[in-house]
């Protein structure tokens, strides 16, 4: 069974409009991460959360905004959606902040 | 900054071949490096890691890595491959720091074992 739950697996999104994208992870580890892969680049950092507390923001966007409710959870809300946001979202998490992450399935939202 | 280069996009081999897969990597000191596969529909999994000590790790189902600080490379290895093996392999490096964990991806490299 997968330990690190995404949800939903698929999603569509039009130009203009809001979703979230849930994590879930069940391996009782302290930090939290989101990746992103799309057509144009290769997978890249966008968040890590350790402990509930932002450590690090490589996306350059106020759009994209995490939320972390629980230790164990880490969404994604995604405002004002684009075409350009098409991708893959992964969410990934380690024990600690500076180990390997292991990741989820992703997400693969496709915004017309 | 870091950077990783997975100079192969894809390689084609024959079931039971040996197998090199190539990652440059860019740091100014030695980093923290790891090898991923991604199945098709599925998230990435961690085949192995260096963080220091002797340069060829091992890793899950026969792969195995040989870190060159020399070459600052990072190249994957397989005796023989089957072909279960064909996947998306991801090069990866971390800063060798308490900083973060984020980590710099490859390009990637599509591997097709032929049967």
């Known amino acids: 069974d997968p330990k690190i739950i995404q949800k939903p697996k698929y999603l569509v999104a039009v130009t203009g409009s809001e979703k979230i994208l849930i994590c879930e992870q069940y391996?009782?580890?302290?930090?939290m991460y989101w990746y992103r892969q799309s057509a144009k680049k290769p997978l890249e950092f966008m968040f890590s959360?350790?402990?509930?507390?932002?450590?690090d923001n490589q996306t350059a966007s106020s759009r994209f905004q995490p939320q972390s409710s629980k230790k164990n959870h880490l969404d994604l809300q995604i405002t004002a959606l684009k075409p350009d946001d098409s991708a893959t979202y992964f969410c990934?998490?380690?024990?600690?902040?500076?180990?390997?992450?292991?990741f989820g399935e992703g997400t693969r939202l496709s915004v017309l | 900054a870091q950077s990783v280069t997975q100079p192969d996009a894809r390689v084609t081999v024959s079931e039971g071949a040996s197998l090199q897969l190539r990652c440059k990597y860019s740091?100014?000191?030695?980093?923290?490096l790891f090898w991923y596969v991604q199945y098709p529909r599925q998230g990435l999994q961690l085949l192995l890691k260096?963080?220091?000590?002797?340069?060829v790790v091992q890793g899950v189902n026969g792969f195995e890595a040989e870190f060159s600080k020399s070459n600052s490379s990072f190249h994957l290895r397989k005796a023989s491959v089957h072909w279960s093996d064909s996947a998306v392999y991801f090069c990866?490096?971390?800063?060798?720091?308490?900083?973060?964990?984020?980590?710099?991806f490859g390009g990637g490299t599509r591997l097709t074992v032929r049967p």
């Open positions: 990934a998490s380690s024990p600690f902040n500076n180990q390997a992450p292991l």
């Open positions: 391996l009782g580890h302290n930090a």
């Open positions: 959360y350790s402990y509930q507390k932002l450590m």
């Open positions: 740091y100014s000191a030695t980093p923290y």
């Open positions: 260096y963080y220091s000590g002797d340069p």
């Open positions: 990866a490096v971390r800063e060798n720091n308490n900083a973060g964990a984020k980590l710099t």
